[in-house]
């Protein structure tokens, strides 16, 4: 599996920016694809997850109620729209595939099997 991720950039705190992955590959019958950032000097955290098979969403309490994930099936493409951004969401965020998802450990970037290349978000206050 091959993602693809797009769409991050530099903006006010307060603004907006939507994410975009996309895959390419043979996927499971049963997978989620994640979005996870990554400050500098700072673990790889969970942001959210969407799953293929019901569409059942997962958030971090940090962006619940700001962030937005979706899916788009016909395209392949998993969106990430995160509003009301603030400094500390500044990162590198990443896409990344579950092949076998259990959701006790969906939060988990251990579980997942390929990741997009990165992509830099930055809030300036």
């Known amino acids: 599996v091959q993602l693809q991720a797009s769409g991050g950039g530099l903006v006010q705190a307060g603004g907006y920016l939507r994410l975009s992955c996309g895959a390419s590959g043979r996927t499971s019958n049963n997978y989620a694809i994640g979005w996870f950032r990554q400050a500098p000097g700072k673990e790889r955290e969970f942001v959210a997850a969407i799953r293929s098979n019901n569409g059942i969403i997962y958030y971090a309490d940090s962006v619940k109620g700001r962030f937005t994930i979706s899916r788009d099936k016909a395209k392949n493409m998993v969106h990430l729209l995160m509003n009301s951004l603030k400094p500390e969401d500044t990162a590198l965020y990443y896409c990344?595939?579950?092949?076998?998802?259990?959701?006790?450990?969906?939060?988990?970037?251990?579980?997942?099997?390929?990741w997009g290349q990165g992509t830099q978000v930055t809030v300036s206050s």
């Open positions: 990344a595939y579950n092949g076998g998802v259990i959701t006790s450990t969906i939060r988990s970037p251990t579980m997942y099997d390929y």
